[in-house]
């Protein structure tokens, strides 16, 4: 089981945003990653291996945690970032996601 | 330009069967796991199937073990999923997704998704 906190995070652009992701157990060989989705779109990778960004990713999306606790923290939220964020365990079988957290516009 | 584009969502009814359908292009397509997903307003984000580029070993959820079976032809750059013996909790919007590397389950790519509704 994966649980993210919180559910909803109302936030002005420009500000910092702290999303939380706890695993159920200790995740193995930092297999968490983070994702963004838009209404309507597909999932697309931010982070994976806790911190790494992929090709393409702006620096203002970070990665950190160990162990079952982990985070995403957004600088400087920028009119795109507004979507749901969702992390996953993906090197155990079924591969959880966490529900997600939604950053709205305040 | 890595793109996977799914193919034949649609309605059937409960204990019925439906077969999606995903080419990729963009990148060497036998030389990357591939995956299904699903996702609901109700339950989010779930991991269905996987399929190594290594060997072809196959992984489910067991929400669908016995009922969906996942393959790959290489050869077309396609990746399937034979889905049987439906239900109504299997309504979902099914995605595609291509994995990290060889023997990745990470997936760095996902296509832009496949309705499919169960019910009479």
């Known amino acids: 089981v994966v649980t993210q906190s919180p559910g909803t995070l109302s936030l002005s652009p420009g500000e910092s945003a702290t999303l939380f992701c706890r695993a159920g157990q200790t995740v193995s060989d930092n297999y968490l990653a983070w994702y963004q989705q838009k209404p309507g779109q597909p999932p697309r990778l931010l982070i994976y291996e806790i911190f790494r960004r992929p090709t393409g990713i702006p620096d203002r999306f970070i990665g950190s945690g160990s162990g079952t606790d982990f985070t995403l923290t957004i600088s400087r939220l920028e009119p795109e970032d507004f979507a749901v964020y969702y992390c996953?365990?993906?090197?155990?079988?079924?591969?959880?996601f966490g529900q997600g957290t939604k950053v709205e516009i305040k | 330009e890595v793109q996977l584009l799914e193919s034949g969502g649609g309605l059937v009814q409960p204990g019925g069967s439906l077969r999606l359908s995903c080419v990729g292009s963009?990148?060497?397509?036998?030389?990357?796991?591939m995956n299904w997903g699903r996702q609901t307003p109700e339950k989010g984000l779930e991991w269905v199937s996987g399929?190594?580029?290594?060997?072809?070993?196959?992984f489910y959820a067991d929400s669908v073990r016995g009922r969906f079976t996942i393959s790959r032809d290489d050869s077309k750059n396609t990746l399937y999923l034979q889905m049987n013996s439906l239900r109504a909790e299997d309504t979902a919007v099914y995605y595609c997704?291509?994995?990290?590397?060889?023997?990745?389950?990470?997936?760095?790519?996902w296509g832009q998704g496949a309705l499919v509704t169960v019910s009479s």
């Open positions: 996953q365990v993906y090197g155990i079988s079924p591969r959880p």
């Open positions: 963009g990148f060497t397509f036998g030389s990357f796991a």
């Open positions: 997704a291509k994995g990290h590397s060889i023997g990745s389950w990470l997936v760095d790519f």
């Open positions: 399929i190594s580029a290594v060997d072809g070993s196959t």
